[in-house]
């Protein structure tokens, strides 16, 4: 979760750079690289049938290229990151609705109760950041895009590839990722880049610390345990990115975003500590 939270001002960084689907394109490629060396070196185990494979590679694309798609260019159209963040914070919500109707993860009162405080606390501690002026239609489709691929694709993955090696899944994910955005990056945005040593860093510390390491052990985390209380972690990313605005820009937060803090991390336990109720098979 602190690598998710750092990506968001990772991002920012790389999108002065390149429009969104190239800064994309450009993550996928050194993705690409990198796993490629992995997978050489570790010999995973590979999608067995035609049918797994299909159904890593739609995981992969509503994670990668509608979930990212979506959430980049909604920074890049001017959305505010307060309204960004709240907005993708439904996501545990989202998760709860589908995981209980067609994974039948039930969830007691108290959780439900939690993922509300949850998402009342998010809401608290970006309240400065939100700006309803730059909630523009274009860039409101645009995350609402992103929350959807991201909640479709973490709970796709988990029902139809269960036992699928996550290093081979990766690569397959990102090969066909590139091959959507890298199209849309040249024709629709002409590939422009601005190379600087600060977009070469990001992209490093984007593949390897969130393409990579965060949505892998993500992925580990949502087969051992319930959907819901997984993704409700994501509740405490703006926590992190808030303790990393303090550590690097020496920007303190408010006495309502603490509030946030607090109240959010409360919304987390209570999802994560109570018992499910369960279901009949």
């Not at 995973?44 to 299909?54: D, H, K, S």
């Not at 998010?122 to 992103?146: M, N, P």
Request: glycine share 8%; hydrophobic share 60%; with cysteine.
């Amino acid at each position: 979760m602190s690598v998710w939270g750092s990506g968001f001002l990772a991002t920012k960084i790389g999108l002065q750079h390149a429009a969104p689907f190239t800064f994309l394109s450009l993550r996928f490629a050194f993705g690409i690289v990198c796993l490629t060396i992995l997978v050489l070196v570790l010999k995973p185990r590979w999608p067995a049938t035609r049918a797994e494979l299909g159904h890593v590679i739609i995981a992969g694309l509503l994670m990668h290229a509608v979930h990212l798609g979506g959430s980049h260019y909604a920074q890049y159209l001017g959305l505010s990151a307060g309204i960004t963040a709240v907005l993708l914070s439904v996501q545990p919500l989202l998760t709860a609705i589908f995981a209980g109707r067609w994974m039948r993860e039930r969830l007691s009162a108290l959780q439900w109760l939690g993922i509300a405080i949850g998402l009342a606390g998010v809401t608290l501690i970006v309240w400065h950041k939100i700006d309803v002026r730059e909630a523009t239609l274009g860039a409101l489709t645009a995350v609402a895009i992103s929350v959807a691929g991201v909640t479709a694709g973490t709970l796709y993955q988990r029902m139809h590839c269960p036992v699928v090696d996550l290093r081979a899944a990766a690569l397959v994910q990102f090969i066909s990722t590139f091959f959507v955005l890298a199209p849309l990056a040249w024709f629709v945005e002409g590939a422009a880049v601005r190379w600087s040593w600060s977009l070469a860093g990001v992209i490093v510390f984007l593949v390897i610390g969130a393409s990579i390491l965060a949505v892998n052990a993500f992925h580990t985390l949502m087969r051992r345990g319930q959907a819901t209380r997984v993704t409700s972690l994501i509740y405490l990313t703006p926590i992190f990115a808030v303790a990393l605005e303090l550590l690097m820009f020496d920007v303190l937060p408010s006495v309502v975003s603490m509030a946030g803090i607090v109240i959010t991390c409360l919304g987390v336990a209570m999802v994560s500590w109570t018992r499910p109720v369960r279901t009949a098979a």
